[in-house]
């Protein structure tokens, strides 16, 4: 793999009030929405010192876009010449951030105007008893065609809220495209591991590093793009196998136990008795058609996406009504 480095140059790169970040945005032939995503971090009331583009492979016009559009933004591209994945192209894009934080954006999502500048204003007033490790946004869903189709409300809002999550086998959850933390934490930790919710492990492994809290702002900065062929979809038993896994060695830490590796729960999970293993495939298959499902109605296809809704709600009704009620708001 051949991999190089391109510097859009001919614009200073400064500082922009108290706070100096670095925008990291992967992409595998985005060219349907990069323009959306680029766009919105241009428009940041609080501008970035630079965005990193990742060109993960990309065959198609994405990088041409983002260049097209960014004639007076300061835009990096490194490029993989064969795609690697999204979690090793972000750790190249945090090995090559220079600032002391870093913002996501997936390539598909957009930010509001205000997101940075929200989220700096609220570290900078912060005054709890634990650091902010990771900070989030609440958001909104949106579909291909880039209309609004209900909320994105994911992650708790207080300290309290996050320790009282965990002490009860809960996952730091965010937005992804909303996520903003001091680079040096993610590098300390090895930053992401690909391995289905790379997310959350990594979000997970900055707070046990910092003893710091991993919360949102409630309020919504962030368009979180329901698309089909995602990752979401693509890799649904990864994420399913990896966030059992998590919740799992967060139980055994407050056991005293130690965490198990993904090859040690993977040969827990194959002992477990027939009617364990079989409720686990249910959960797992109305996670798979609930995503297929909810993605495909709101993007038109409402014959196929209805069919998959209901063998979801037939496994698990609780998980599709919770959707829908979402998708309402």
Same mark, same amino acid.
């Given at each position: 793999?051949?991999?190089?480095? $391109? ?13 100096? /970040?670095? /925008? ?71 090995? $090559? ?9 997936? #390539? ?9 500048? %929200? ?6 007033? @912060?005054?709890?008893? @634990? ?52 680079? $040096? ?12 919710? %790379?997310?959350? %492990?990594? @979000? ?6 910092? #003893? ?35 919740? #799992? ?5 407050? $056991? ?19 009617? %364990?293993?079989?409720?686990? @495939? ?21 014959? /196929? ?13 609780g998980r599709v009504r919770s959707g ?6």
């Amino acid at each position: 793999m051949e991999e190089g480095v $391109e510097s859009l140059a001919g614009v200073s790169l400064t500082k922009c009030g108290l706070y100096d /970040v670095t /925008v990291i945005m992967t992409a595998h032939n985005e060219a349907r929405f990069i323009r959306d995503a680029v766009t919105s971090v241009q428009m940041q009331t609080h501008r970035p010192r630079e965005l990193i583009l990742v060109d993960d492979g990309c065959t198609d016009e994405t990088v041409e876009i983002a260049r097209s559009i960014a004639v007076d933004f300061p835009l990096r591209v490194l490029r993989n010449v064969q795609p690697t994945g999204a979690s090793p192209a972000r750790n190249w894009g945090l090995r $090559e951030a220079r600032t002391e934080w870093v913002a996501i954006l997936d #390539a598909d999502d957009v930010w509001m105007p205000e997101k940075l500048e %929200e989220q700096f204003r609220f570290i900078e007033a @912060w005054d709890g008893q @634990w650091p902010i490790a990771v900070l989030g946004s609440m958001g909104r869903h949106i579909n291909e065609a880039g209309r609004d189709i209900g909320v994105c409300e994911i992650g708790v809002t207080s300290a309290e809220a996050f320790w009282g999550n965990l002490q009860d086998g809960g996952l730091p959850c965010i937005v992804h495209s909303s996520a903003l933390f001091r680079r $040096e934490d993610a590098l300390a930790v090895d930053s992401y591991v690909d391995d289905g919710a %790379e997310d959350l %492990e990594l @979000w997970e492994r900055m707070s046990d590093l910092t #003893a710091g809290v991993v919360i949102s702002l409630d309020k919504s900065l962030v368009l979180y793009r329901k698309k089909r062929g995602g990752k979401m979809h693509t890799n649904v038993w990864a994420q399913c196998l990896n966030l059992d896994r998590l919740s #799992a060695n967060r139980r055994r830490r407050q $056991e005293g136990l130690p965490p198990l590796t993904r090859e040690e729960y993977v040969a827990f999970l194959r002992s477990q008795r027939l009617r %364990e293993r079989v409720r686990r @495939w249910l959960r797992w298959k109305a996670v798979k058609n609930y995503r297929f499902g909810a993605t495909n109605y709101v993007n038109g296809r409402k014959f /196929v996406g209805s069919g998959q809704l209901s063998i979801a709600m037939l496994l698990n009704p609780g998980r599709v009504r919770s959707g829908i009620r979402r998708f309402r708001r």
